[in-house]
Each structure stands twice: as C-alpha cells, then as structure tokens.
C-alpha cells in the first residue's frame, strides 16, 4: 500500500505550499511519517517527520523553522506546511511510512521508511 502525496506547484520565492499526504488508516495510527524530496539528479533526502503519537517533530537542518509536518488523525493525513520557499527547496517530494511500528527515535533514515507512492512537484522561482 503506498502513501499518495498531492498538493505541489509553482511558487515564487518567499511563497507558501501545503502538501497533503493520504495514509491508510493501519499506518497513519501505529507508524511515524515522513517526508522527503528528491532534486533532479541529487539523492533523496529527508525533510520532516513525526512520530506515531503525532506528538513529537523532527525536521531537517534546512527547513527548520520554514516547514510544518502535522497529522490530524480523524482524516488520516499528514501535511507539510511549507513557508519562505527558496528555489533550492524545489524538488519531488514523497510521503512514506516508518518500517517499524511505534518508532518513536529521534533518527529518521531514508532506508528505515517503506510504502512510497509518487511524489509531487515543488517548483520555487527566483
């Protein structure tokens, strides 16, 4: 079963986007999520996540402070509320599921992430 993120677009700098990412029900409830972004010809790298209890947050060193990744529960979704984009956050991004039920770490590694489904593209003009 893969996770389906939609919501990407065409920003200039400086702009907002909030992605959405549909997760069945038997991730959303026992497994972190995360996301991640993948620029043409760059390896794919972690963005954000957030444990099972939707309780703690863990973001990368780039995007901190500028990007958002909650879960509400009750629609099965998880976003990430992106702000002050810059033309270097423009990339594929993908929503994936944490391998290991409960995981509550604070170390979110690309292999430890399972159920990815098709990206969707951020583009951020100067």
């Known amino acids: 079963v893969q996770l389906q993120a939609c919501g990407g677009g065409l920003v200039q700098a400086g702009g907002s986007l909030r992605l959405s990412c549909v997760a069945p029900s038997r991730y959303f409830s026992n497994y972190a999520l995360g996301w991640f972004r993948q620029a043409p010809g760059m390896e794919r790298e972690f963005v954000a996540a957030?444990?099972?209890?939707?309780?703690?947050?863990y973001y990368a060193d780039s995007v901190k402070d500028r990007f958002t990744i909650s879960r509400v529960k009750a629609k099965n979704l998880v976003y990430l509320q992106m702000n002050s984009l810059r033309p270097e956050d423009t990339a594929a991004y993908y929503c994936a599921a944490h391998s290991q039920r409960y995981y509550s770490g604070s170390a979110y590694n690309l292999d430890d992430f399972t159920s990815w489904g098709q990206g969707t593209q951020v583009t951020v003009s100067s």
């Open positions: 957030v444990d099972w209890r939707g309780t703690s947050t």
